[in-house]
């Protein structure tokens, strides 16, 4: 089953992931989305049908490991590495860097699909890239959720997201959903209902 990006769209509203309107970010910029995918995460059905999308695209190539960052990667690699039958392992950071940690390693040649679950700069799967190259295995590619880098963030090879997402932000002066009156909403605030 392949899901389209308008059905992969309703099922993040479904689950309260996605919010169209005027927002709050951490960064004291203003939004017109709002996205947390946790949310959607929450649901191993989802999980499943999103990961499908990417395992399927990665399942000729002989995959023997999958690899993500922590935290936000953690299921989505998990999922991929079920589908693909394949061995899945994960990086977290150590002084601020991410590093292969429990006994975790890469075999010299052995090809490796990096899994995250949403992309913005990409530089946590940039790090993870690096251990990649550094154990000298085989970057097949990189399949990801949700691209919210407005289709600028390239990893070199052979990439997949199910659904890019267009954010834009704006500083609070030059905010055009403030110029029109538009209540501003902190995420996380009781006026986000996900029913
Ligand atoms: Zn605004």
Not at 92 to 120: A, I, M
Not at 132 to 154: C, H, Q, T, W, Y
Not at 157 to 168: A, F, M, W
Request: charged residues 25%; glycine residues 8%; contains cysteine.
């Amino acid at each position: 089953m392949s899901l389209s990006e308008n059905k992969i769209l309703e099922i993040f509203e479904k689950t309260g992931a996605l919010f169209n309107g005027h927002f709050l970010l951490t960064s004291g910029r203003h939004s017109n989305v709002y996205f947390q995918c946790a949310k959607v995460l929450q649901y191993p059905e989802y999980i499943e049908d999103l990961c499908s999308i990417i395992a399927d695209e990665f399942c000729d190539q002989k995959i023997d490991t999958v690899i993500s960052p922590a935290i936000g990667g953690l299921v989505v690699g998990q999922e991929v590495a079920r589908q693909l039958n394949t061995r899945f392992i994960f990086a977290e950071r150590e002084d601020n860097k991410l590093t292969l940690r429990r006994g975790f390693s890469l075999n010299e040649g052995e090809k490796v699909l990096v899994c995250e679950d949403v992309v913005t700069t990409g530089g946590s799967v940039f790090e993870v890239i690096d251990i990649v190259r550094n154990n000298n295995a085989e970057l097949a590619g990189v399949g990801f959720i949700v691209d919210r880098s407005n289709g600028k963030v390239d990893f070199g090879s052979k990439q997949l997201s199910t659904v890019k997402l267009d954010v834009n932000s704006y500083l609070p002066e030059d905010c055009p959903l403030c110029n029109k009156g538009i209540e501003l909403v902190k995420p996380g605030s009781r006026k986000i209902k996900t029913s």
